[in-house]
């Protein structure tokens, strides 16, 4: 039962430490905002739905209003790929971001400040650890989901003391395959294992191996996929996969955005946008998955 990892309380003023994640509902893409006491990093913006219309126009930007952020201290793009690139335009026209962090064809967008996501690069705000996992610095490689930026997220501190341990609370993979997977698991093994891992390529089926998610060894998963997409995402033998590791897969074309806040040294959540039906029309009920709405 997942929700043994979680305790039901509202959110508290963030400390040291602490951090919110929320996968936001952009459809067929993929687009996540870590909020820390006083920095927020977005990784990646969705994808663009029409020359007119983005994830950063119509879902990221509205979004970040809500929530009273102004500036992004940090935005990462994985890779070049539409679904993950979409929005990064309009939001360097539109939001004022301190450092852009680009891989694969990212590096085109042409952005100030920014650098190429590399293995090794290491960051830490307000007691949280940032870390790059890939591609390596001698990354050669021409396919664009292999050279997606992998980022670890650790707090650094619980309750005001050093944190012990070296599990990570997330593992945020972009769109890399079963390839990487085993270079990591070759490279990186140590650094792996996290409570949630953002599931690779949205759940296609040539990645998830089940010596990465051995390795990594998850409480839980976030996937975020369009309702009824056509690339079928996530794949049937994925969520089985999941399923028989015991590990609890929230998918956004079933929950709507989806938030998790790790307080305290304790995961709280999830909330949901997609939370309980409020007219007679609404299919989705997700009360016995989801604390309360987002």
């Not at 007119?52 to 790929?81: E, F, M």
């Not at 962090?101 to 967008?109: D, E, H, K």
């Not at 140590?190 to 010596?211: E, F, I, K, R, T």
Request: aromatic content about 8%; overall charge neutral.
């Amino acid at each position: 039962d997942p929700a043994k990892f979680f305790q039901k309380k509202p959110a508290v003023p963030l400390k040291n430490g602490d951090f919110v994640l929320t996968q936001l509902d952009v459809g067929q893409g993929s687009a996540l905002l870590i909020s820390t006491k006083s920095y927020d990093l977005l990784f990646d913006t969705g994808p663009a739905f029409s020359s007119q219309l983005n994830a950063g126009k119509a879902i990221i930007a509205p979004y970040l209003r809500l929530q009273g952020i102004s500036q992004l201290n940090t935005v990462v793009v994985s890779h070049g790929d539409s679904d993950h690139i979409g929005g990064a335009q309009y939001i360097s026209d539109n939001i004022s971001v301190e450092q852009w962090m680009l891989g694969g064809r990212a590096n085109r967008l042409g952005v100030d400040e920014s650098l190429t996501c590399r293995a090794g690069q290491v960051w830490v705000r307000d007691g949280v650890s940032f870390q790059f996992l890939s591609p390596p610095l001698d990354s050669v490689s021409t396919n664009e989901n292999d050279q997606s930026c992998v980022l670890r997220v650790k707090s650094l501190i619980v309750d005001g003391a050093v944190a012990l341990g070296n599990r990570a609370q997330i593992l945020i993979t972009g769109d890399i395959g079963s390839r990487i997977e085993r270079r990591l698991i070759k490279t990186s093994s140590a650094l792996l294992s996290a409570d949630m891992l953002v599931v690779p390529h949205h759940g296609s089926n040539s990645s998830s191996s089940l010596s990465f998610l051995q390795l990594v060894d998850p409480l839980f998963a976030l996937v975020s996929v369009g309702h009824n997409n056509r690339y079928r995402h996530p794949h049937k033998k994925v969520v089985n996969r999941y399923a028989n590791a015991a590990i609890h897969l929230y998918r956004s074309s079933q929950l709507g955005a989806v938030q998790f806040q790790y307080i305290d040294g304790a995961w709280r959540g999830p909330l949901c946008s997609r939370y309980k039906p409020t007219h007679f029309w609404e299919w989705a009920d997700n009360a016995d998955v989801c604390d309360e709405a987002l």
